[in-house]
């Protein structure tokens, strides 16, 4: 009598596990880019300084071989010293016509700086103040106080005639003219104080939109040369779109309390003083790279602010000279992961 073949199999091991496989992280190597590296030297750099916000990189060599597949942004550090008065915000027109006689339409200008919204509204106060002849010594521009449209600490601008029989218009300025030389996607001061064209009528008083008079919302940092082999490209709302290493809010910064009511002076959101922000980006972007080809020595890194323009133009003033740059420009510094798989 034949034995079947399974009769003397071992009985079923209860306990069996699979064989374990090791997981390897793929390895990573750090791309560090600062602004500053656009100089040789600190002799270079007082004898021809540059923008932080358009600049090139230049080494004879690579910066990083191949074998790499992804590049991804780690983490930024951007001092914010662009002012939210700036050659494109700082002027507005001022109409106003007294007891009905012909309308009277001056160019408010204010001095270039950072402004909190209750500075804005004195400025402008002691602007129409100093009009020739104090045509409307009772004039009034405040910020929060909900005095004529019931909105208090709401942030939002009042303004009064300050007679029953005088009546008062704001307006932007003509684009693409002498005194405004930019296009209609720039935002004007007009636009930062939140009015809008129920403000261009002679009114004895009216207020303006919800505002937290910020010039610049974000900027997006471009370099061609390390998104060029993306597959993907970036796309955005804006009518220019351009693939972007990074996005940075301004809003991120440093400012804004929720314990500060808009109608304390104090009330500063970002955007309306100098801060530094930093981010570290938790989900990187990751931009996709040839395996087979290196990081170049040649690299240029550019900023473009909210309406599509390059950060310089917010800054513009300079002769061109050296040592004559806007004093607004900082340098700012980037970390991105570089990955073989």
Known sequence: MSVPYYANAPLPDTNARQSAMTIRQPSTALLTIDSEDRYTNYIDASNNPSSPYNFTIRKTESLMPGFITRVGISEIVFPW??????????????SYSLSGDPVVTKVLKLTQGFYTPSELATEISTLVDNLPGNPLPSFVFQYATGQFSDSFDSPVFEYLSGTPYDKVA??????????????????????????????????????SNYTLCQAIRYVDIVCNQLTNSQAQKDQTSQTIARDMLCRIYVDSAPGLQSTIKASEDIFCPPGCAPTTIYHNY????????????????????????????????SIQGASGKPGDLPSQISDWSMTMLVSEN
């Open 81 to 94: 010293t662009i002012p939210n008065i700036n050659v494109k915000t700082n002027q507005i027109l001022f």
């Open 170 to 207: 704001f307006s932007p300025l003509p684009y693409n003219t002498p005194a405004y030389p930019y296009n209609s996607n720039s935002k004007q001061l007009f636009n930062l104080l939140g009015l809008s064209s129920r403000n261009t009528q002679l009114l004895l008083g009216d207020y």
């Open 282 to 313: 938790t989900v990187p972007k990751q931009i996709q790279w040839i395996p087979n080809q290196n990081i170049p020595g040649y690299l240029q890194f550019q900023v473009y602010d909210d309406t599509g323009d390059l950060l310089d133009y």
